[in-house]
């Protein structure tokens, strides 16, 4: 056997391990996220007995506000279509009508399958709505905060007031503006909050008991000294964490963990420093 052709079945087998461990690596965050999705989706249906309980005192939307996304669907594929008996009408008139019936063939398809899928999904969240006995533990919105969480910075609001206030430096305040995410861990005893970096080495990693026990971590700022902090759950069942800190530019703070649906997380802050406060909030996708 030539050389040219061991290096020809060597590069070949090679292509084929990477793509057997790309595949193993997707299925398995794909089992991962849907894991994830499931245990929220229980915990979540819990949440939804209490909300029919008050839909009768909401205002109804009308037709159009329900079935938004929908509507707008289907006036892309409308504009579509309509493009496209527009150009069989210049080019070839004899098959306009039978262009004509296709086109409302397929939008009468469409909005069938829009309209099967959206009685397919409401069925199902109330299935498992009334399928769940109520169970102990942390809410749902706390308890779907645990994954991994990549920051969008266009949706997130600026920080430099609150740089400015804790009178950070240049170095402090690049290594801030590089932070790509969060990584959540939280169960019934512990809550674990950790930022992920461009930089290897800045880690924030903090550790709470769910108990409401007092603790303390390396300061955020990453000045000498070190910052005490403990976790709460708000009435509207939001996390809350609380921190104070001593000089140099002591002061106090919270952020406040919501959970705007099962892919998104926004984390809104406050911090005081003598007679000055600064807000800031912060909004996560969940990565997949």
């Known amino acids: ?135 102990p533990g942390l809410p749902a919105m706390v308890l779907g905060l645990k994954g991994t969480w990549l920051k969008d910075k266009g949706a997130s609001s600026s920080m430099e007031a609150a740089m400015d206030l804790m009178q950070l430096n240049g170095i402090i305040r690049r290594a801030i503006n590089l932070v790509t995410g969060a990584q959540i861990h939280v169960d019934e005893t512990m809550f674990e909050f950790a930022v992920t970096s461009i930089i290897p080495g800045f880690k924030v990693r903090e550790r709470y008991p769910m108990n409401g026990e007092e603790r303390q971590h390396r300061r955020r700022d990453l000045r000498k000294g070190r910052a005490r902090g403990q976790v709460s759950i708000t009435a509207e069942q939001e996390l809350r964490v609380s921190l104070a800190w001593d000089d140099p530019h002591g002061g106090s703070g919270y952020d406040l963990y919501h959970l705007v649906d099962y892919n998104t997380l926004c984390i809104k802050s406050l911090i005081c420093v003598g007679d000055g406060t600064a807000t800031y909030s912060a909004l996560y996708k969940r990565k997949v």
């Open 1 to 135: 056997m030539s050389i040219a052709v061991m290096l020809r079945e060597a590069i070949f087998t090679a292509f084929i391990i990477v793509d057997v461990a790309h595949t193993v690596r997707d299925k398995r965050r794909k089992h991962i996220a849907w894991k994830a999705q499931q245990e929220y989706l229980q915990e979540r249906a819990l949440q939804l007995k209490a909300a029919a309980e008050q839909e009768a005192f909401r205002p109804k939307k009308s037709l159009i506000q329900t079935h938004k996304d929908d509507i707008r669907s289907l006036t892309w594929h409308a504009c579509l279509l309509a493009l496209l008996l527009l150009g069989v009408a210049c080019w070839a008139r004899e098959y306009l009508r039978l262009a004509l019936c296709v086109c409302v063939a397929l939008m009468c398809i469409h909005a069938a399958a829009l309209h099967t899928k959206q009685s397919i999904t409401e069925r199902r969240m109330k299935e498992a709505s009334l399928s769940l006995a109520l169970q």
